[in-house]
């Protein structure tokens, strides 16, 4: 069981920018045009990354409470066989 979260959008439409260069490919950025380097908290590469770690934790929490689950549910029909 794997837990379906969407990635990161590829693509983020920066405001105030024209038509043309208003949306930025996050995905293959390297930094954040049009924004002072001492007002960046995370580069677009750190994102990825956070963003990778996360799901990856996130993934693995979610098979183990799928398994666990499953390993309940097994236990509960064999209980109810058992006594009827």
Do not use: Y
Request: glycine fraction near 4%.
């Amino acid at each position: 069981m794997w837990l379906t979260c969407p990635a990161p959008p590829p693509v983020v439409f920066l405001a105030g920018g024209s038509a043309s260069n208003s949306a930025l490919d996050i995905l293959s950025a390297d930094s954040w045009p049009g924004v002072q380097e001492e007002d960046v908290m995370l580069q677009p590469h750190e994102i990825r990354t956070t963003w990778r770690e996360f799901m990856s934790a996130s993934n693995v929490q979610v098979q183990q409470v799928g398994f666990l689950s499953l390993s309940n549910f097994k236990q509960l029909i064999i209980d109810v066989i058992a006594t009827s």
